[in-house]
């Protein structure tokens, strides 16, 4: 009896770190506006 493996990355999860990844981006992007800010209102 022969089994046949399927080898097809999972979607969902393959999507989930593509997700994840553009939520990282979106969050450091806060921060260097956040850390922009803050040096803002140490000069004026």
């Known amino acids: 009896m022969s089994e046949t493996v399927k080898t097809q990355p999972n979607v969902k ?4 770190v593509s997700v994840d990844a553009r939520v990282l981006a979106q969050v450091e992007r806060w921060i260097a506006m956040i850390r922009e800010f803050n040096r803002e209102q140490i000069k004026t």
């Open 13 to 16: 999860s393959t999507q989930k």
